[in-house]
C-alpha cells in the first residue's frame, strides 16, 4: 500500500512566519529533494534558519520554543549536534532543521530561498564553498581507512570465541566503512553515513560485492563474507586514500590478515 503524499505547504506558511516574526533570524531556506522537485511520498523536509552570528548561541539554547511554534513535536533529536534537529510532528511532518550562523552559511546542493530578509543568500561565497574543509575532508577518510581494522580484529576476537551474533554484527559494521569509503571517493565532503540512501549515492558495484556478503550468522559463512568484505575495503581504501595524499596501512592490513588467515584456517581444522 503507498503512503498518501504529505502536504507541506501548511507546514512551510508556517515556517516562514515564524521566520518572519523572529528578529534573530535572517533567511530561511528549503533543501534538498524537495528543493529540487525530486521528492517522493516518502521524502522528508531539509530545512534551514540562517540566524545572526552573535544572536546564534540564544537561538540554538532556545530552539525548541522555535520548534514548538512549528506544531507540536512527538520526537525532537539532535543526536548531539546541536545546530541540526530532527523532528517529527503530531501531523505527520518529518523535518530535518539546521541552524546556521550567517557567516558559516555555505551553499551546496539543490536549494531554494524561503525568505531572506537582507541579502544574506546573496553574499559572496567562494565556488564550491562546502560545509566540510579539506582538512575535515582527509580526517574523515583517515578515520574510515583506520577503523576499519580496529572493527576487524572484534570480528575476529568475537568469531574466534564462537560469539556468532557479535561477528554478525561486527562484519556489519565493516561494510558500513566499505559504504562510507565508497562516498568519500565519489565525492570530496561527503557524510559518512553508512547505508543512508545507499541505492542512491553509491555505486552500484559496491552494492553489489557488499550484498554477496550479506549472510547469515553462521561460522563458514562469515569468514568468506569477512574475506569478501576486506577486498572490498582494499579498493576503495586505496582510492581515498590516493585521491587525498593519505598513506594506506599496509602494515596494518598485512599483520590483521595474517591473523584473519591463521584463525580461519584454525576454524577450518576443527572437528566439524
Known amino acids: ?20 516574526a523572529d528578529g534573530r533570524v535572517l533567511a530561511a531556506l528549503l533543501l534538498g529533494s524537495r528543493a ?22 540564544g537561538f540554538v539554547a532556545d530552539r525548541d520554543s ?11 533529536e539532535d543526536f548531539d549536534v546541536a545546530g541540526i534537529v530532527f523532528v517529527i510532528y503530531a501531523d505527520g511532518a518529518d523535518v530535518e532543521l539546521t541552524i546556521s550562523r550567517a ?14 530578509k537582507h541579502g544574506v543568500v546573496d553574499l559572496d561565497i567562494a565556488p564550491g ?5 579539506a582538512e575535515d575532508d582527509a580526517e574523515a577518510a583517515r578515520r574510515q581507512i583506520q577503523w576499519f581494522w580496529h572493527d576487524l580484529s572484534h570480528f575476529m576476537t568475537a568469531l574466534g570465541r564462537g560469539q556468532l551474533t557479535w561477528a554478525y554484527g561486527q562484519l556489519d ?13 565519489a565525492e570530496p565532503g561527503a557524510d559518512p553515513e553508512g547505508y543512508w540512501k545507499a541505492e542512491e549515492l553509491v555505486p552500484e558495484d559496491v552494492l553489489s560485492d557488499l550484498r554477496s556478503t550479506m549472510v547469515g550468522p553462521q561460522v563458514d559463512e562469515l569468514w568468506r563474507a569477512a574475506w569478501d568484505v576486506v577486498a572490498l ?27 584473519l588467515e591463521e584463525l580461519d584456517s584454525g576454524q577450518s581444522a576443527r572437528p566439524g
Open 1 to 20: 500500500m503507498e503512503m498518501p503524499p504529505h502536504d507541506y505547504g501548511p507546514f512551510l506558511d508556517r515556517f516562514v512566519r515564524a521566520c518572519e
Open 36 to 57: 529540487a522537485e525530486t521528492s517522493d511520498e516518502h521524502s522528508d523536509l531539509d530545512l534551514v534558519v540562517v540566524v545572526e552570528d552573535e544572536a546564534y548561541d
Open 129 to 133: 564553498s562546502t560545509l566540510h574543509s
Open 66 to 76: 522555535f520548534i514548538a511554534t512549528l506544531g507540536r513535536p512527538l520526537l525532537l
Open 103 to 116: 557567516g558559516d552559511l555555505a551553499m551546496t546542493g539543490p536549494s531554494r530561498v524561503l525568505l531572506d
Open 233 to 259: 575495503y582494499r579498493r576503495l581504501a586505496r582510492e581515498v586514500a590516493a585521491q587525498r595524499g593519505l598513506s594506506y596501512p599496509d602494515e596494518l592490513d598485512r599483520l590483521l590478515t595474517s591473523r
Open 173 to 185: 559494521d565493516l561494510r558500513r566503512y566499505c559504504l562510507n569509503l565508497a562516498r568519500l571517493a
